[in-house]
């Protein structure tokens, strides 16, 4: 059974860092890309980030380029998204995905407030 699970989230104040992870099994983690997305209170689902199954490969969203950092290792079949100088508009609940078999975790809350 294939599962992922995101972990990390939390309040963090604007300007403030947190790190998320997804922890991956019942699957071949390094045969899959990795998405993460958010969905803001309110709002449709965003795309965030993306790698490849090797880690070689990222691209981001407009609004967290430069800020968001996207990263995994496959040795623990797990998945990072490193979030840097946070705003109040990166408020939302984050989930990672396995692309290729489109499965997803069930989310994880971050808020940004002071």
């Known amino acids: 059974q294939v599962q992922l699970v995101e972990s990390g989230g939390g309040l963090v104040q604007p300007g403030g860092s947190l790190r998320l992870s997804c922890a991956a099994s019942?699957?071949?983690?390094?045969?899959?890309?990795m998405k993460w997305y958010r969905q803001a209170p309110g709002k449709v689902r965003e795309w965030v980030a993306n790698?490849?199954?090797?880690?070689?490969?990222?691209t981001y969203a407009d609004s967290v380029k430069g800020r968001f950092s996207i990263s995994r290792d496959n040795a623990k079949n797990t998945v990072y998204l490193q979030m840097n100088s946070l705003k109040s508009e990166d408020t939302a609940v984050y989930y990672c995905?396995?692309?290729?078999?489109?499965?997803w975790g069930k989310g994880i809350l971050v808020t940004v407030s002071s």
């Open positions: 790698i490849n199954s090797a880690g070689t490969g990222t």
């Open positions: 019942g699957l071949t983690f390094n045969r899959y890309s």
């Open positions: 995905q396995a692309v290729e078999i489109d499965y």
